[in-house]
């Protein structure tokens, strides 16, 4: 049986009872101290009440109790911690089967292995056997939330949506769209990619919990006609996402210039053709300037954090401080298969030292906020999701905090909940996610 098959059937009424936490705001604004309750809300003994897979109470155990009568099912978890679901800003579904894959820079890397790898999407039945060990890889890293890169297929992107559909899952993806510099078994056209994007819109964006993404893989692979074409498309379905890599790597953003010359940089290669825009996200973002970020804000676009990816290829360090100052939004992501874990707790752990090499410090509060409420704002999803606040949609994920004896015997010198997070992000894997819950239904359970 399946994970996701874990329970078909749930009561009405669900009540989780265990030390709860949960972000209301930034940890790292300016405007906000780290432990205010107006910033996080933790309870020791806290109890989450989920009515119909929605937030109907959160608070302390003591004052939610005497709410509870025989309809409640009351599931507890008295020494781990609730969270809610992770967000993952950016990642490659096809590229399961490649991730680490030996190093090589980018370009270089994605000839090697990235192209040969996608265009197995051929195959419809490869794409939905890769869907189903994506997904199961994200539940058991406690992920409820993704933006996904599919392939050039559209087959690749019904699979992936028929299998989040089928778990309940609120997944964002779409199909990429290339048509120069990549395999000619790789290529669409201005004009197909533009159909099948189209098609594939009106058949998923907005069914269940999905949404749809327009996916140029960057500049680099796109002519003018295509780009021109999504911008086209961008304008006629303004509540769909854009999705795309930007200047990730020094090589690709050189080529990028030279391709458009008229171009201040690789950002205004989108701003030219109407992408830059609210509920577009781009991941990376090694090497921009000043500029870059500030239009970034304005335009209420936002940035995937993929700090292991970067390492992984030697691609540089994301400056967290200038997107900050600059106002941007920010959500964290694994960039599977460049990035070699599906786990937002070891993401976590690479985006601590990506910052201490440029003399920033990232807070476990701050990290744990950019998994959750953070990464659901980057995606304009918080309205839905990333806290526990009422009416929200009930995704959570159930951390053991001394699931393995390393973090058992760390645990026991804790003196706060910011150190204790801290362990968990910095020796944390897969064992620590006991239980992940889409909608209150148990998706996976260690």
């Not at 806290?46 to 309809?71: H, K, N, Q, Y």
């Not at 559909?165 to 290339?178: E, Q, T, V």
């Not at 890599?245 to 090589?251: G, M, T, V």
């Not at 701050?366 to 304009?380: P, Q, V």
Request: hydrophobic share 45%; proline share 4%.
């Amino acid at each position: 049986m399946r994970q996701a098959e874990l329970e078909s059937t749930i009561p009405k009424r669900r009540a989780f009872r265990g030390p709860l936490l949960h972000f209301l705001a930034d940890p790292g604004s300016t405007a906000c101290a780290e432990a205010s309750p107006k910033v996080t809300g933790y309870f020791a003994d806290g109890l989450l009440l989920v009515e119909d897979g929605l937030v109907s109470a959160c608070g302390s155990a003591g004052d939610l109790l005497p709410r509870l009568d025989r309809s409640w099912a009351l599931t507890e978890y008295q020494d781990k911690l609730i969270l809610p679901g992770f967000v993952d800003c950016h990642t490659h579904y096809p590229q399961t089967d490649m991730i680490a894959a030996h190093g090589e820079q980018l370009l270089q890397w994605l000839q090697h292995y990235a192209f040969p790898t996608e265009g197995r999407f051929v195959d419809a039945a490869h794409a939905v056997e890769l869907a189903e060990v994506f997904l199961d890889e994200l539940l058991r890293n406690g992920t409820t939330t993704a933006l996904v890169l599919a392939t050039v297929h559209s087959q690749s992107v019904d699979a992936f949506f028929g299998a989040a559909a089928a778990r309940g899952l609120r997944m964002l993806a779409g199909k990429l769209l290339m048509d120069r510099n990549a395999p000619d078994y790789l290529t669409d056209t201005a004009a197909s990619g533009d159909a099948d994007s189209r098609a594939l819109i009106e058949h998923w964006h907005g069914v269940d919990r999905l949404g749809y993404a327009i996916t140029p893989r960057f500049a680099l692979t796109s002519s003018d006609a295509q780009l021109a074409q999504a911008g086209k498309l961008a304008a006629e379905y303004p509540d769909v996402y854009l999705h795309t890599h930007l200047a990730e790597n020094r090589d690709e953003s050189m080529r990028i210039a030279e391709l458009f010359p008229a171009s201040r940089g690789s950002l205004d290669v989108y701003e030219r053709f109407g992408l830059l825009r609210e509920r577009a996200i781009f991941a990376h973002c090694l090497y921009l300037q000043a500029d870059d970020r500030r239009r970034l804000a304005e335009c209420d676009a936002a940035i995937a954090f993929c700090p292991t990816s970067n390492l992984f290829l030697g691609s540089g360090l994301f400056d967290l401080a200038a997107a900050d100052a600059a106002g941007v939004r920010v959500g964290l992501a694994t960039d599977i298969g460049a990035g070699t874990s599906f786990g937002l707790l070891q993401t976590l752990g690479d985006a601590y030292k990506v910052l201490q090499l440029q003399g920033q410090s990232l807070s476990s509060l701050r990290a744990f906020y950019l998994a959750t409420l953070g990464g659901a704002r980057a995606l304009s999803l918080d309205r839905y999701i990333g806290n526990f606040l009422p009416g929200k949609e009930a995704d959570l994920v159930v951390l053991d905090p001394t699931a393995t004896p390393l973090l058992a015997r760390r645990m026991q010198g804790v003196h706060d909940l910011a150190e204790r997070l801290f362990v968990l992000m910095t020796l944390g894997d897969d064992r620590c996610v006991a239980a992940t819950y889409a909608l209150g239904r148990l998706v996976h359970q260690r």
